[in-house]
């Protein structure tokens, strides 16, 4: 099972009031229904590929209107899909229509939000459950990149979305698609916002538990490359210096240096592998009396720029 299975699975186990159940299968219609008029009247077709959707939405519908509604399942032969199931509502569709607000007399059937169905908090969050019930989907937090979104039939209703999901903080995003709208969230704390606002208790849990993992993980790595990149930069200055000094061994008289440049050279190559804080808690022990890193860095620039000079006179 995937993540956003599991989610959904959890969401259509809740318990709710009829206001929220009205909510929620007016999002569930609008998203995922469309309105049908023929010689026998107004019927309402809703369609998915999840059986136990199709479960929950004749629950609700029965509850709310007490009737029964036509099922049909179609199976999709091409590329093995899953079967397609309608539910169809033909028993006071007009009354469905009107009390979900599924039709805008100047706009069409799902083109907004009413404000009446989301007044309550309560009732918001079924709205949003009932979307992302019928449309919606979450990256599994191990996933490379977080992600969540909820695929709309039209603009309108977009905007109406995101505008819902900002009472609650939610930042969310439209992108327009060939086949639709999607709205869509990429921050994780937002997503784990939203899992909670739906009442996804489960879900949240295990996505927070995998983002500490993973966050942990990236934390750790982070500081394993900056620890790589400090060693290699630290090998690297030592090996200029370890070069530099041989050039003053083979080309000068050693003997004419000062003792604080010889014992810049004694330590680097004693310890060719460590850095100058490294070599400063050295110094303690063979000179008895510490010698600081910046003191060594500066040793270090009279030693090159005594070799660079050495050279440049060598190859005149």
Do not use: W
Not at 118 to 137: E, H, Q, T
Not at 219 to 225: D, E, G, Y
Not at 254 to 281: C, G, T, V
Not at 287 to 297: A, D, E, T, V, W
């Amino acid at each position: 099972m995937s993540f956003t299975s599991d989610t959904k699975r959890e969401l259509m186990a809740l318990e709710m009031t009829d206001c929220c159940r009205l909510a929620e299968l007016s999002a569930l219609l609008s998203v995922n229904g469309h309105l049908s008029i023929s010689n026998e009247g107004v019927s309402i077709t809703f369609q998915t590929t999840s059986l136990p959707l199709v479960r929950k939405v004749i629950t609700s519908i029965k509850k709310l209107y007490k009737i029964e509604v036509d099922v049909i399942s179609k199976a999709q032969v091409r590329l093995k899909k899953k079967n397609q199931y309608s539910v169809v509502i033909k028993q006071k569709a007009h009354t469905v229509v009107n009390e979900l607000a599924l039709m805008d007399q100047n706009k069409g059937f799902a083109q907004s939000i009413d404000e009446t169905l989301i007044l309550k908090p309560c009732d918001a969050r079924a709205y949003l459950r009932g979307v992302f019930l019928a449309s919606g989907s979450i990256n599994h937090p191990r996933s490379s990149s977080y992600h969540a979104e909820l695929a709309v039939p039209n603009e309108g209703f977009a905007e109406d979305l995101i505008d819902l999901m900002a009472r609650f903080d939610l930042n969310a995003k439209l992108h327009k698609k060939k086949r639709g709208m999607m709205v869509y969230l990429k921050e994780s704390e937002k997503i784990a916002d939203f899992l909670r606002i739906v009442d996804a208790t489960k879900a949240l849990l295990k996505f927070e538990d995998e983002r500490i993992k993973r966050d942990f993980v990236n934390s750790i790595t982070r500081v394993m490359n900056m620890e790589l990149a400090n060693q290699n930069k630290t090998l690297e200055a030592a090996k200029k210096q370890l070069k530099d000094i041989a050039v003053l061994e083979n080309l000068v008289d050693m003997e004419k240096l000062s003792e604080n440049l010889h014992q810049a050279i004694f330590l680097r190559k004693k310890y060719p592998e460590s850095s100058l804080q490294e070599l400063s808690e050295h110094s303690d022990e063979h000179f008895r009396k510490p010698i600081s890193k910046s003191g060594l860095n500066h040793r270090f620039r009279n030693i090159h720029q005594m070799a660079q000079e050495v050279l440049d006179d060598y190859n005149e």
